[in-house]
């Protein structure tokens, strides 16, 4: 169970955090020993939080909160598709993504030195073809046959041109897709640098 102790230490951590673009690379290394996990936002910044503070969605998602406080455009604009609900975490090994979820059954245990991503979430009609059509800057990345089974088991891959991480994956839905109302510039935008695209397939209910 959280404690007052636990949340009180990984707010610090994270609100030192607040006034640096991000931590360096001594400074994560140093929050494994200290017991830490690494935290990848979506504009791709790396920030160490106390792994006490990682024991279910509710608990990070705090944590999340304290850590987009601050007043820069980044923080900004993660916390504007987290008020949307517009968002998502996973566990990313280049293999497999193992998104984290808020369903108390089925959050794994996570250790010290555990990568977690966090990921901007766009919805779109489905698309049939095999290729990896990046949502940002519009790139077809092909993927061969082999791949393609991966997509539907849920992998990430680096688009080849603006190098970004995402993901492509179907969901089905008997509800029309979400409208969102997030107002962004191109620049703003460009900061974005993991995503997660839920292609949108509505299932017409016959009674």
């Given at each position: 169970?959280?404690?007052?102790?636990?949340?009180h230490q990984g707010s610090a951590i994270l609100r030192r955090q607040q006034d640096s673009v991000g931590p360096t690379a001594t400074q994560l290394t140093a929050a494994v020993t200290l017991g830490c996990v690494k935290l990848v936002d979506a504009t791709g910044y790396e920030h160490a939080i106390s792994?006490?503070?990682c024991t279910s969605f509710q608990q990070l998602n705090k944590m999340l909160q304290v850590l987009f406080e601050c007043k820069s455009i980044e923080a900004r604009i993660q916390?504007?598709?987290?008020e949307q609900g517009q968002y998502d975490l996973c566990i990313d090994d280049d293999k497999q993504v193992t998104r984290l979820t808020?369903?108390?059954h089925e959050w794994p245990r996570i250790e010290a030195g555990t990568?977690?991503?966090?990921r901007i979430v766009f919805e779109q009609d489905i698309d049939t073809q095999v290729e990896y059509q990046c949502y940002m800057c519009g790139t077809v990345n092909r993927i061969d046959a082999k791949h393609s089974l991966q997509r539907q088991a849920g992998f990430s891959i680096?688009?080849?041109?603006?190098?970004r991480r995402f993901q492509i994956s179907r969901e089905y839905s008997s509800k029309p897709k979400t409208q969102f109302s997030i107002d962004y510039t191109e620049a703003e935008t460009h900061l974005i640098r993991n995503f997660?695209?839920?292609?949108m397939e509505v299932c017409v209910l016959v009674f």
């Open positions: 169970m959280e404690s007052h102790y636990d949340t792994v006490t503070c916390r504007q598709y987290m808020s369903h108390v990568t977690i991503v966090m680096n688009c080849r041109i603006c190098k997660h695209v839920q292609q």
